[in-house]
């Protein structure tokens, strides 16, 4: 693989939107190219995985708040955070760790 071009992309983290650069790569072989994303970013998200993991933990795994009140400690809309819950399996809660 070797690099192809790029695209700028944006994120949030702690309530700030910031631009970063996702860097696209080329195969030699097949040429299809493909864009690598930071270990921090989800493919389709704006808000970053760290924070969508803190509601996601504070909801299914501990199970003790509902969306709005895990929405409002990393301090995003909780009709966000609600469609982050709402992709996962129902009734699997027990399935989920720490």
Not at 10 to 27: L, Q, T
Not at 49 to 68: D, L
Request: proline share 4%; glycine share 12%.
């Amino acid at each position: 693989m070797w690099r192809w071009s790029g695209y700028r992309r944006f994120v949030r983290a702690d309530g700030v939107s910031r631009a970063i650069f996702v860097p696209r790569v080329r195969c030699s072989g097949c040429r299809i190219t493909d864009a690598l994303l930071p270990a921090f970013v989800l493919s389709g998200r704006v808000d970053v995985a760290e924070t969508i993991g803190a509601v996601i933990e504070a909801v299914v795994v501990v199970g003790a708040r509902g969306v709005r009140p895990a929405a409002g400690e990393v301090d995003v809309a909780h009709t966000t955070a609600r469609g982050w819950v709402g992709h996962l399996p129902v009734g699997r809660t027990g399935d989920y760790e720490a």
